[in-house]
């Protein structure tokens, strides 16, 4: 019995204590309230358990509190998911000093509320339990507090996608001696990043993209041992890579693209052991690229593209097996591709394009069977022929532009998987042969600036999934049935663009092309520089996306049709050089979108109509009956 009313009376000493350590202190209770009183819009209703007449420990969402009744964790995320659901929430105001108060408080979030504004109250700064930090995806302004340096036992901290501006305190980085994630992405901060970063020696994710960082990446960056993520891409960083960036072992992701380094890429970079996904691609960077590269034993993305790059490229290469895809477009490697690229048995894409590289393509990339993409296109490699071993390739898209191919279309496309092929510049010549209806894969055709001289066959009509077609500057005849009239294989194969431009198709265009299948969601359609004549479709006011109408140096006859004017999207109608006669439609003049017009070289007459748009005096030229604004006024007379 006295066992039992020991117990008893345990309980009730725990009850009343649970009940006294639920209810909220008075201070923590009055700063939430400040808080909410700040906020001037919540339509999501994140704030509508938050009542003065109620405990904020046991009755508010997004507030918990520990035994003493004080605030530990606030979190109020603009996205909030439940067991089934994920949903977007949002809120407005700004961020009340009075959050400094909630001095056990350990965990902070109120990211992505979209339109939380003003400044971050220094008072934060205040709140030397805080561990976790979050308020990005807001509309923050100002600079980031010096007092966050009193925030010495902050474990992440991310205030990125804010409007957030000035330099970062130096000194901040003394204390985050706990700091393993930082997130300041998104915003307009300036200055050099300071050489006291170093000092997060405990730092595994730091994110400082897309702000306007300028100065160079500090050597102390090679403290960081416990660095995985690094991404200073989108700033304005000179100088170039430190030498120390090679003590950074553990190295997972390195971003530095989109900024203004110089000089050449460290031998040290043989020290990223772990490096997965790499991108120093749209900087300044030169000289050659070091055969240590061949040491980065688990890289799978490497993109250096968009530099000066110079040299051969080194035969190491070979040795990343774990590659999947190598960017080194837009460079000035010289030299031949070196046969061990055959060795990236786990290679999908390859991207040589736009360098120096001669010597043909090496018969051991034929081994890359898992190659998806390969862009070789705007080197001196005198191909004379695309290699017939493409053909047991499983390639996906193939871009040879400017490569040296010379004679006839490769007969082994007609059985190839290729969905996007580029030939264009280079010297093809003959007809178009009758087996591309064998293409059926094809959705991007590029064929342009060659020498082929026929018409487009009927089993042109067969490439169902075709949406991308640019066959300018050839010597095509005939109509343009073939492709106007083309099959689609729903939702797929309607065409995006079309380019015919200087051939010498000829004929009309089929005054239905507005109500053809394949044209039905055309952006931009290109005929100008060929030999068409007969009236301006009326139909071609039902293609509702299109924005670019290009019809120039052709032989139309007839008037500009007004209907053209239902075509909203239109920001671009060239009909210069024609026969065409009669007023300019008023409905056309004054399409919203329109920047681009040119009628020059017809024969309008009438007065040009009134516009808002700014169109040049060129546009209208050399149409003898025309006058008003920019052409001289009309005679009354």
């Not at 055959?342 to 736009?354: A, F, I, P, V, W």
């Amino acid at each position: 019995m006295e066992f039992s009313l020991h117990f008893f009376f345990l309980f009730l000493l725990s009850s009343l204590f649970l009940q006294f350590s639920d209810s909220c202190h008075p201070t923590d209770k009055q700063a939430l309230l400040h808080f909410k009183a700040k906020i001037t819009f919540d339509p999501s209703q994140l704030l509508l358990s938050w009542k003065s007449t109620t405990d904020c420990c046991s009755s508010w969402d997004g507030v918990a509190c520990d035994a003493s009744g004080r605030v530990t964790n606030l979190t109020r995320p603009g996205i909030v998911s439940g067991t089934d659901f994920i949903a977007d929430t949002f809120m407005s105001g700004s961020l009340s000093p009075f959050l400094g108060n909630l001095s056990s408080l350990q965990f902070l979030d109120l990211s992505n509320l979209k339109d939380i504004n003003g400044r971050i109250p220094l008072e934060l700064g205040k709140l030397s339990r805080l561990t976790h930090l979050f308020l990005d995806s807001n509309k923050l302004v100002g600079s980031i507090p010096r007092t966050f340096g009193c925030l010495f036992r902050l474990e992440k901290l991310y205030l990125g996608n804010n409007l957030l501006s000035g330099i970062i305190p130096p000194s901040i980085f003394n204390h985050f001696k706990c700091l393993a994630e930082l997130g300041l992405s998104g915003n307009r901060l300036s200055g050099s990043i300071p050489s006291s970063i170093g000092k997060l020696i405990e730092v595994k994710n730091l994110d400082l993209h897309a702000n306007k960082f300028s100065g160079s990446i500090p050597m102390s960056i090679g403290n960081l041992k416990s660095l995985k993520y690094l991404d200073l891409s989108e700033n304005e960083i000179t100088g170039s890579i430190p030498n120390t960036i090679g003590e950074l072992s553990e190295l997972v992701l390195l971003y530095l693209n989109q900024n203004k380094i110089t000089g050449s890429i460290p031998t040290s970079i043989a020290g990223l052991g772990s490096l997965i996904f790499c991108r120093l691609s749209e900087n300044r960077l030169s000289g050659r690229l070091p055969a240590s590269i061949g040491k980065l034993q688990k890289i799978q993305r490497l993109i250096l593209e968009n530099n000066k790059l110079t040299g051969k490229l080194p035969s190491s290469i070979g040795r990343l097996t774990t590659l999947t895809d190598l960017f080194f477009s837009n460079n000035l490697f010289t030299g031949k591709i070196p046969k061990t690229f055959g060795n990236l048995e786990n290679l999908q894409t390859l991207d040589l394009s736009r360098n120096f590289l001669s010597g043909g393509i090496p018969h051991q990339l034929s081994k890359l069977q898992r190659l998806q993409s390969l862009d070789l296109s705007f080197n001196p490699l005198e191909l004379r022929s695309a290699p017939n071993w493409f053909a047991k390739m499983k390639l996906f898209r193939l871009f040879l532009a400017k490569t040296g191919i010379e004679g006839k279309l490769p007969k082994w496309l007609s059985s190839s998987s290729i969905s996007v092929l580029d030939l264009s510049s280079n010297r093809l010549t003959g007809s178009l042969p009758h087996w591309i209806g064998n293409m059926t894969n094809i959705s991007f055709l590029n064929l342009s600036n060659n020498g082929f001289h026929s018409s487009i066959p009927a089993e042109f009509k067969n490439l169902l999934l075709l949406m991308d077609l640019d066959l300018h500057s050839n010597h095509f005849t005939g109509c343009l049935d073939n492709i106007i009239l083309k099959g689609v294989q729903d939702p797929l194969g309607h065409f995006n663009s079309i380019d015919v431009s200087g051939n010498h198709f000829s004929g009309c265009i089929d005054q239905n092309i507005g109500d053809r299948a394949a044209m039905s969601s055309i952006k931009s359609l290109v005929l100008s520089n060929n030999e068409l004549e007969g009236h301006i479709p009326k139909s071609l006011s039902k293609l509702v996306e299109l924005q670019v109408l290009e019809l120039a140096d052709n032989q139309f006859s007839g008037e500009i049709p007004a209907e053209l004017g239902e075509a909203a999207e239109l920001t671009t109608i060239l009909l210069s050089k024609n026969r065409l006669c009669g007023t300019i439609p008023k409905e056309v003049l004054n399409l919203k979108k329109l920047w681009k017009f040119d009628v020059s070289e017809n024969r309008l007459c009438g007065k040009i109509p009134p516009h808002k748009a700014h169109f040049p005096v060129s546009s209208f030229k050399h149409n003898r009956g025309l006058c008003g604004t920019p052409l001289p006024p009309c005679n009354h007379s």
